[in-house]
């Protein structure tokens, strides 16, 4: 025999039997599956509104669940999903842990940055994940005072960190300039006093979401690698690392060639850039993986056939001869053979 839930409820009269059945029901059911059942019965989304996976639809999720600071959780989801493209769990675009999906992420512990596996919670839809994360973290939840105690967006998204939400030191920094460009920089005379925190590694210092002017090295931008484009700004942590080697090489042979202006062609190419440029599937402009890169380059002034021979004597990885074409390829990919070949 089964029985439809709504029509149990429909002819819930309190009696003994269908307490002790309803209480039994409960004790059955994990407490994160009532939590969003709670969620979804006490707060129906209007008729009229929709909730897409995009700035517009988190914004309007986060302000129907009870954020004070809507555009805060709307750059958490920038951050954490890589705008929507890549969930932690089903329906999870914020990284929020708990049963559910197992996968691997990193954790800043110890001054150091560190790969763990951990769980991350599968939710039904995005309306439930993002009011669970207002629930627990925005307002009030047990003995934990929420952020929308914060008096402007900026000093919530510093309150989040403070709280122990992430463990990047630089999280909050992250989600200020994510709002910055969006929707432009909030009021200097609303900014709260900086709230100190651990500084980061050099090699972490670089990272996804940092301004193009940023200088990788010396002489070299995050700017030059993407042309300035937002569409090719890195979305992962270890592109900035593989970068930051290849940029580190750049810099010596610049050093080499008597520090004449170096002009980088092709950076970071994701595939939709890759694609329309008529890049390879598998090009190591994609910075499709850990220590998979490439940049291609010359520097004014030099023989780009004297400096891809210099390059083929001192780069130990992935060389493209290019300099029929005007550029040397130096590249990294998967394993980091030692490899060359003609364009």
């Known amino acids: 025999m089964t029985i439809n839930f709504t029509d149990a409820v429909k002819f819930y009269k309190e009696l003994q039997h269908q307490?002790?059945?309803?209480n039994w029901l409960q004790s059955q059911i994990p407490p994160e599956t009532l939590e969003f059942f709670a969620?979804?019965?006490?707060?129906a989304p209007k008729s009229t509104e929709k909730y897409n996976n995009d700035w517009d639809g988190i914004y309007a999720a986060a302000?129907?669940?009870?954020?004070?600071?809507?555009?805060?959780?709307?750059?958490?989801?920038?951050?954490?999903?890589?705008?929507?493209?890549?969930?932690?769990?089903?329906n999870n675009f914020y990284g929020?842990?708990?049963s559910g999906s197992n996968v691997n992420t990193q954790e800043f512990i110890n001054g150091?940055?560190?790969t763990i596996k951990a769980g991350f919670i599968d939710f039904p839809d995005l309306l439930t994940c993002t009011s669970y994360l207002v629930d627990r973290w925005y307002k009030n939840f047990g003995q934990f005072k929420g952020v929308n105690r914060a008096t402007n967006r900026n000093e919530c998204a510093q309150l989040l960190v403070k709280e122990g939400y992430a463990t990047d030191p630089t999280y909050a920094n992250k989600l200020m300039q994510i709002m910055d460009r969006q929707i432009g920089p909030e009021k200097k005379t609303e900014l709260p006093k900086p709230t100190p925190t651990p500084a980061p590694t050099p090699t972490k210092e670089f990272n996804p979401w940092s301004p193009f002017t940023y200088k990788i090295t010396p002489h070299i931008t995050y700017g030059e690698l993407t042309l300035n484009q937002e569409n090719r700004r890195f979305n992962k942590q270890y592109q900035c690392e593989t970068a930051l080697e290849l940029c580190q090489f750049l810099e010596k042979?610049?050093?080499?060639f008597g520090n004449k202006p170096l002009i980088i062609t092709s950076g970071n190419r994701p595939p939709a850039v890759n694609k329309s440029v008529g890049g390879a599937s598998n090009s190591e402009h994609l910075y499709s993986a850990p220590d998979v890169g490439a940049v291609d380059f010359y520097i004014e002034g030099v023989s780009v056939w004297s400096l891809q021979d210099w390059c083929d004597r001192n780069?130990?990885?992935s060389l493209g001869y290019g300099a029929p074409k005007g550029f040397v390829h130096v590249g990294i990919r998967k394993g980091k053979p030692k490899v060359r070949w003609d364009y």
């Open 96 to 98: 929020l842990k708990g």
């Open 39 to 43: 969620i979804k019965y006490r707060n």
């Open 112 to 114: 150091q940055w560190i």
């Open 19 to 22: 307490k002790d059945a309803w």
């Open 63 to 90: 302000k129907d669940a009870g954020a004070k600071f809507p555009e805060v959780v709307c750059a958490q989801w920038a951050l954490e999903s890589g705008w929507g493209k890549h969930t932690s769990g089903k």
């Open 315 to 317: 780069w130990p990885y």
């Open 253 to 256: 042979a610049r050093t080499q």
